[in-house]
């Protein structure tokens, strides 16, 4: 492996490797749209249980990683 990541991963729900337009979850503004990656899935406890959503990143907070 050379080190680099991968912005190609595979977004279960979706079947397909192409990104987005949507909102990036690790350090952009939350309103902007911009083409993002599916980087996984986030899941969060509370008092109503664990709530699980698919989470997407732009290329440069990926690479910012």
Do not use: K
Not at 8 to 27: A, H, K, T, Y
Not at 42 to 48: E, R
């Amino acid at each position: 492996m050379n080190g680099a990541i991968d912005l190609s991963l595979r977004d279960p729900d979706r079947g397909n490797d192409q990104p987005v337009n949507g909102r990036c979850w690790l350090g952009c503004d939350p309103e902007t749209l911009q083409p993002v990656v599916w980087i996984g899935p986030v899941s969060i406890a509370g008092p109503n249980g664990i709530a699980t959503a698919p989470a997407y990143a732009c290329p440069h907070c990926v690479r910012r990683l």
